[in-house]
């Protein structure tokens, strides 16, 4: 576009020069470059947040099953103790009822001995 005087220049309507079409290319043109650059460096990082991300879901993948695993054996555990938690309480009671009766067959034993040596004399 040719100014008023002729040249390249193209003037606003005020009447003050703006960049030729050249300027303006060479500056949108350094413009592109520098968002080139930025993108390429957002890729980069875009990307390595990508294999993290992976890497992260990966293990949290292995720690659930991880976990799954140990829920089973302490329910497995778990199990097992209140079982022989009822076979202790059974054998408590079994181990008081014969204590009692161990007691009174030892009693009617050393009864038996003393009325035994009382009568032989």
């Given at each position: ?29 350094a413009?592109m ?44 555990s778990?199990?097992k ?15 008081k009822?014969a ?12 009864l038996?001995?003393?009325i ?6």
């Amino acid at each position: 576009m040719a100014g008023r005087d002729g040249s390249d220049t193209a003037y606003q309507q005020w009447g003050e020069p703006q960049e030729s079409n050249q300027d303006l290319l060479a500056i949108q043109k350094a413009t592109m470059e520098e968002q080139d650059k930025g993108l390429d460096s957002l890729l980069v990082s875009v990307q390595n947040s990508k294999v993290l991300g992976t890497r992260l879901g990966d293990e949290i993948d292995a720690q659930i099953d991880m976990l799954d695993d140990l829920e089973k054996h302490t329910e497995k555990s778990s199990r097992k103790v209140q079982n022989e938690t009822k076979r202790v309480i059974v054998l408590t009671r079994k181990a008081k009822a014969a204590g009692g009766i161990m007691t009174l067959i030892v009693a009617i034993v050393i009864l038996s001995v003393v009325i035994y040596l009382a009568t032989k004399k």
